[in-house]
């Protein structure tokens, strides 16, 4: 069974910064593009990064380009999200999910993932 576990979430002022990590767990982690989302009160959720399988190809949200950084770690399991300069429309809870496969140009469409751990929230105030 593939779980997905988001942590690291909270509060920072605008300009900070915070580190989200996904544990993974059930399935076999480098087989699978994994990436995170996140949805803001009264939005739809929304691709925010993402990163594939085999070749590590990686997708940015044009709004986080140049201040979010993400990574994967294939021997402890887990995605991480740098997010650097935070600013307060950053603000939402933050979603983290996995699919078999290399995924490329529907990465950051959230439909295209069957797996989702828990949300984390963040909050950034100006």
């Known amino acids: 069974e593939v779980q997905l576990q988001a942590s690291g979430g909270g509060l920072a002022q605008a300009g900070g910064s915070l580190r989200l990590s996904c544990a993974a767990s059930g399935f076999t982690f480098d087989d699978y593009t994994v990436g995170w989302f996140r949805q803001a009160p009264g939005k739809e959720r929304g691709g925010v990064s993402c990163?594939?399988?085999?070749?590590?190809?990686?997708y940015f949200a044009d709004s986080v380009k140049g201040r979010f950084t993400i990574s994967r770690d294939s021997a402890k399991k887990t995605l991480f999200l740098q997010m650097n300069s935070l600013k307060p429309e950053d603000t939402a809870v933050y979603y983290c999910a996995a699919q078999a496969g290399a995924i490329y140009s529907s990465a950051g469409n959230p439909r295209t993932y069957d797996n989702w751990g828990q949300g984390t929230q963040v909050t950034v105030s100006s």
């Open positions: 990163i594939s399988s085999s070749v590590g190809r990686t």
